[in-house]
């Protein structure tokens, strides 16, 4: 039965033969499933009229018996003469069901009918022996396509060109109903045996699969089965169905929150025997509705806000939780703008000189601000009395300090530390009095004219050794620390940096 058959035990060589036998079957038949619009043409045009349907129920037979033939001819020429002989003896059944070639048209009439219709009977028999030869080796050739899927999209191709034009042809239109669920039923088959093709090609578990665990297996089953009966049902129109559910109930909703006041109608009358004569009637006083009235109408309105506002929340949950990462990061960002909180009176310790974390009030500052520099001109708005207590003052002195050495030409570099900031001060300070003194030695005469200058020089580095260590030490108390500086100290190092 099969290469194996003879050195193996003879129960188990069967048993395979049979699964495979039934395996290639069944494939056969889904071959004939998503090649169906095919053949209802086959069956609509090229299908003589006196052949009954029924009779192409013989073709998967004959699909059959290719299987059954397929492990005992290996050779091509074996299979297309199998083939062939097939096709003529199926073509023979045929013609003779329909009562032979007399009964298909054929007799004494007009040359020219005879001629037409001896044409059609040759097409009609040529299209019987092409269907009969194309299932016999469809039979033959099915162990070879097992791992091919293309198939598949060509039966999705079919169907979706079935569905376009089988409805606006006649002789079609009663079977659009049958081509929508085998369609259907095609595009299920196909989403699952390609979605376990590439799980299988993802793990790297063969063509048997054996590596793939069963939970993982059913778990990805069951979630393409969702998905495909999720599929028809909206195309079946449940979607339609309940968006207008949910439509109406939201109209209904708002009818009921928005009606109008109910006019209170005045208690009808008996017509008296003798009507006065007529006279102009006043318009009524409108009656003011009572406060119970008044109190249900507010409770209604808020009753309905909340459970607005309810189902609003329901939905960002239920996006927040399956909805994609897009939606998920909106809704981080929306939870983190509501939790933001306006910054405290009184600022915690170690807050740096800049921060990133936005409030409203340091926005509108900024926007503030940022008016204010377009409105004026001239120097800064940030002033001495603008400070509200020492320790903003001690930072207003550092950085007046770092202001005047830029403007002495040392160049700041902002990420250093400011007690590293100073030392590069005082590196680049050296530099220049080194540079100095070699420039002194080489020109002597034009030195001794900048002399002046010089002592101004080093007359400013020792102002500001006498301040450098001052200012730090109150900066890093009031920028580190929670202390106070006094008000003396804050003064003696306001007067140093003015000098």
């Known amino acids: 039965m099969n290469d194996k058959g003879e050195y193996g035990d003879p129960h188990q060589n069967e048993s395979a033969y049979l699964r495979q036998t039934l395996r290639s079957g069944l494939a056969c038949l889904m071959e004939y499933v998503l090649l169906l619009p095919a053949w209802i043409l086959f069956a609509a045009f090229l299908r003589p009229p006196e052949f009954p349907i029924t009779g192409l129920g013989l073709l998967p037979l004959l699909s059959l018996l290719g299987v059954l033939l397929g492990t005992r001819l290996r050779k091509l020429w074996q299979r297309g003469a199998v083939a062939l002989a097939v096709g003529a003896v199926y073509t023979a059944a045929a013609l003779a069901w329909a009562g032979g070639v007399s009964a298909l048209g054929l007799g004494n009439a007009a040359s020219a009918t005879q001629l037409a219709s001896t044409v059609v009977v040759l097409l009609q028999t040529a299209a019987l022996f092409v269907a009969g030869v194309f299932c016999s080796l469809q039979g033959l050739t099915v162990r070879n396509r097992q791992s091919h899927f293309r198939l598949y999209w060509v039966g999705l191709g079919l169907y979706f060109l079935a569905g376009i034009f089988f409805p606006r042809i006649e002789a079609l239109q009663a079977t659009v109903p049958l081509i929508t669920w085998a369609g259907v039923f095609s595009l299920a088959t196909a989403l699952f045996v390609t979605n376990h093709q590439f799980l299988r090609y993802s793990s790297q578990a063969g063509e048997s699969g054996e590596r793939l665990p069963a939970g993982l297996r059913r778990h990805n089953r069951l979630f393409v089965g969702l998905i495909v009966v999720a599929a028809v049902l909206l195309a079946a129109g449940v979607g339609r169905w309940i968006g207008s559910l949910l439509w109406r109930m939201l109209q209904a909703i708002v009818r009921w929150l928005t009606r109008p006041q109910e006019p209170v109608l005045p208690p009808t009358e008996e017509p008296e025997a003798a009507t006065p004569p007529l006279e102009p009637m006043l318009p009524a006083e409108p009656q003011e509705p009572g406060l119970l009235s008044e109190i249900l109408n507010y409770a209604f309105y808020v009753f309905g806000g909340l459970l607005l506002a309810a189902l609003l929340g329901f939905v960002l949950y239920w996006l927040y939780k399956n909805a994609g990462e897009y939606w998920r990061k909106a809704i981080h960002r929306l939870l983190n703008l509501l939790r933001r909180e306006s910054a405290a009176p009184e600022q915690a310790a170690y807050r740096d000189e800049e921060t990133s974390l936005l409030t409203w009030e ?45 403007q002495r030409g040392f160049s700041l570099k902002p990420y250093l530390t400011p007690r590293e900031l100073v030392e590069e001060i005082r590196l680049e300070a050296a530099q220049r009095e080194e540079a100095v003194q070699s420039a002194r030695g080489g020109k002597r005469k034009r030195v001794g004219g900048t002399g002046g200058a010089e002592k101004i020089g080093e007359a400013a580095r020792g102002e500001l050794e006498a301040i450098v260590d001052p200012l730090l030490q109150l900066y890093y108390e009031t920028r580190y620390g929670e202390e106070q500086p006094g008000d003396e100290e804050v003064a003696e190092l306001r007067r140093r940096l003015a000098r």
């Open 362 to 406: 340091s926005a509108l500052q900024g926007w503030r601000r940022m008016g204010a520099r377009l409105l004026r001109t001239g120097k800064s708005s940030e002033r001495w009395e603008d400070m509200r207590d020492n320790r903003e003052r001690v930072r207003f002195l550092y950085r007046l300090f770092l202001r005047k050495e830029r």
